[in-house]
């Protein structure tokens, strides 16, 4: 069913803006001149589950189950704390829903209202490696099991930054309209990790809304292999000392 998301009436503009900023606001003022339809193949919203439930399957019985117990042994032996890390994030509809990690950081109040930064002195030397290579997010292959996530989609963020961003960015929730993915067209496009400034989350809302009006199995196929292809890149230079954003 097609429902009317944007239909605000506001004055078109007869040039696109070329700065960044100028451009981004302009993306959000010619939505509001056209409704924000998009109706997958009939048969999209059923492939992408059974490909949801499959590769989590798969994944999880011949990756997870040995991978598991090498990384909550080292997590055990470098730094005291819990094995897995639970954090409350916003999922389909503003519903909230318990994501799980592995524990990268030493425990600290402010896990769940302090982004993560470069060089955050809460990170372990373990952790370190574990963002990098997301094997700190295969926990939530059990998310997509349980129908929280999809493999592909929006980040889910953290409730204390939905209600912020919410409140300041134009159609921040729209994003919250599809299943959060465990990675999405904002990763591939290396929007990841700290929100420093509003242009990079604008930036991310921007890809998250591209792909909410392209949807298709093959794009999340592209997605996937986009990101199989950032994580060989990010993971290789980290033996030889180089420095990269650590995702959210």
Known sequence: MKQDILDLPIERQTAIPQTDIASIRYLF???NQQLL???PANYYFTAKRTMDMA????????VMSW???IIALLIKLTSKGPVFFVQKR???????FNCFKFRTMYVNDEAD????SINDDRITKLGKFLRLTHLDETPQFFNVLLG???IVGPRPHMLYHTRYYSECIP???LRLEVLPGMTGMAQIKDYIGEISVERELRKRIQWDIYYMKNRSIRLDINILLGTAAMIFRKALPFFFGKKYKHDA
Not at 90 to 96: H, S
Not at 113 to 116: H, K, T
């Open 55 to 62: 590769i989590s399957a798969i994944f999880v019985l011949l």
């Open 29 to 31: 003022h010619e939505m």
């Open 148 to 150: 929280d996530m999809s």
């Open 37 to 39: 339809v998009h109706e």
């Open 113 to 116: 209202i302090r982004q993560v």
């Open 171 to 173: 159609y921040y929730n």
């Open 67 to 69: 991978l598991t117990p």
């Open 90 to 96: 916003t999922g389909y509809m503003g519903v909230e």
